[in-house]
């Protein structure tokens, strides 16, 4: 889908009201990153400020309500908003930052195998021949054993699309178990070597060498079972990033859906924080906080049927946050480039943690503060951004009038916090403060898409009024 980011002059919302058609776009100009900034650090003085208070009063300063409620209907009849939504203030100044994409280190990866493998960890070549272990083979065997088993109540929609069909499934089990019985109960093992490896890319003028370069560890563990590690570091072709599993039979991902399921574990949210937290510190990572917590079933290949197996799971995540301040999440993960910058992806740490500790780890496009631009922004008032948001929120992404389409956003959850966006025709980026409308949506078929009240129907930059345009990929 072609990406733009749609930059509105509040001037000329004045001209629009509820009432009138939807445009086919909204009115699209340039931003300009340092008018931004000049803003941020205009003085103002706010009447409810108590010197001697504690704290941010962002409800008084900006005179925002603790709960906004709303119904509004798009120009063309068939994009309904509803909003009943509490809206939720941080008790903190927010800054503008700038900030750089990371580079990892050798320094880094040692602290990244100590962390995940422990300081002495047995690996087996990643790609070599015959190097998993029998215990490793075994757990496969019975998770596709269950699979062929219940092949017609859940185990074709599993493995269907890769094996088509049941003797196929039945070959590639009998397989796996032939490789295991040849299999060793532990492979020959070495001490990790930090040689990274160069990926090389394919171009219309042939063959290029990159600067990207990544290290890959595949371990034996006490039991038996193997775990992995994968870090690639970026300048190029993508962004750097750690990927990590505890055993590599399990089917680890993080799940993104809105069903909410009761704690399985024997284990606590706070103590699944104190974990994962555990492991950042020991990555020296000390710049995320936990914007987002649930305990989460996860399926095969999220086949989500009564007698499939699962795993059950805290899934955490963690955003930079900045003196306090913290970054907003949202299910989409990126900012979508316009002609004045590229496509920005978040810096995000995804954990899963069970009973036995941190079971996988995702660790996406991390960067580095270089510095505090504006320590303490000065921010739109309320009635501003309230007025912005209900002409906005039913001019952008409105396919719903041009499709002749019913569709319902239904606003649940409002928020002041920050957000990531490249920074103008340069190679890094800037947090700086932002309104979500976030919550869930319903078309006409009644099909719900539910987000854990985070997904972003409108982004407003509480500085000037501009819409931040956030990415449509849910990740």
């Not at 306090?324 to 900012?335: C, I, K, R, V, Y």
């Not at 004045?340 to 036995?356: H, K, P, Q, S």
Request: net charge negative; charged share 25%; proline share 6%.
């Amino acid at each position: 889908m072609k990406k733009q980011v749609f930059i509105i002059i509040f001037a000329s919302l004045l001209l629009l009201c509820a009432c009138q058609p939807t445009p086919e776009s909204p009115i699209v100009v340039g931003k300009d990153q340092d008018i931004m900034i000049g803003k941020a650090e205009e003085e103002a003085t706010y009447a409810t400020d108590d010197p001697e208070k504690q704290g941010v009063d962002w409800y008084e300063r900006l005179g925002a309500p603790e709960r906004y409620t709303a119904s509004l209907v798009s120009g063309g009849g068939h994009l309904k908003v509803t909003v009943d939504a509490p809206i939720v203030l941080p008790d903190t100044e927010l800054p503008i930052v700038r900030i750089t994409p990371v580079k990892f280190s050798d320094e880094d990866a040692h602290r990244f195998v100590a962390a995940f493998l422990g300081d002495n960890p047995q690996c087996v070549d990643p790609w070599g021949e015959n190097n998993r272990t029998r215990a490793s083979y075994e757990k496969e065997i019975l998770m596709r054993r269950d699979a062929l088993e219940h092949w017609n109540e859940y185990g074709n929609l599993i493995y269907g699309e890769n094996f088509e069909t049941r003797e196929n499934f039945e070959r590639y089990l009998q397989k796996l178990m032939a490789q295991a019985v040849n299999a060793p109960e532990r492979p020959e093992t070495f001490a990790p070597t930090y040689e990274w490896e160069e990926p090389h890319v394919w171009t219309p003028e042939g063959e290029k060498r990159t600067n990207d370069r990544y290290l890959t560890f595949l371990t034996v563990n006490a039991d038996g079972s193997q775990s992995r590690l994968d870090i690639f570091s970026s300048s190029e072709y993508g962004n750097s990033s750690v990927r990590y599993q505890r055993d590599i039979v399990d089917d680890v991902h993080y799940p993104i859906d809105g069903a909410k399921w009761q704690n399985e574990l024997n284990l606590s949210e706070a103590d699944a924080r104190a974990e994962a937290e555990r492991v950042l510190a020991k990555m020296g990572i000390s710049h995320l906080g936990c914007a987002f917590a649930k305990s989460v079933r996860i399926y095969p290949a999220d086949v989500r049927l009564d007698g499939v197996p699962y795993r059950a799971y805290w899934a955490l995540i963690y955003t930079p946050a900045v003196n306090g301040a913290e970054t907003t999440f949202t299910q989409q993960s990126t900012t979508e480039p316009n002609d004045y910058a590229r496509e920005w992806e978040y810096e995000r740490c995804y954990v899963l943690v069970d009973d036995g500790g941190v079971a996988g780890l995702f660790y996406n496009d991390p960067c580095v503060v270089q510095e505090v631009t504006v320590p303490a922004a000065t921010l739109l008032p309320y009635e501003k951004i309230l007025d912005i948001f209900e002409k906005m929120v039913l001019i952008v992404e409105n396919n719903a009038d041009p499709m002749d389409r019913d569709e319902q956003y239904c606003i649940t959850s409002v928020r002041l916090g920050l957000v990531s966006i490249p920074e103008q025709n340069g190679e890094g980026g800037l947090l700086v403060p932002a309104w979500d409308f976030l919550g869930d949506r319903v078309d006409e078929n009644r099909a719900a898409f539910v987000s854990d009240e985070r997904y972003s129907f409108l982004t407003i930059n509480a500085i000037d009024g501009s819409i931040i345009k956030r990415g449509s990929w849910v990740g």
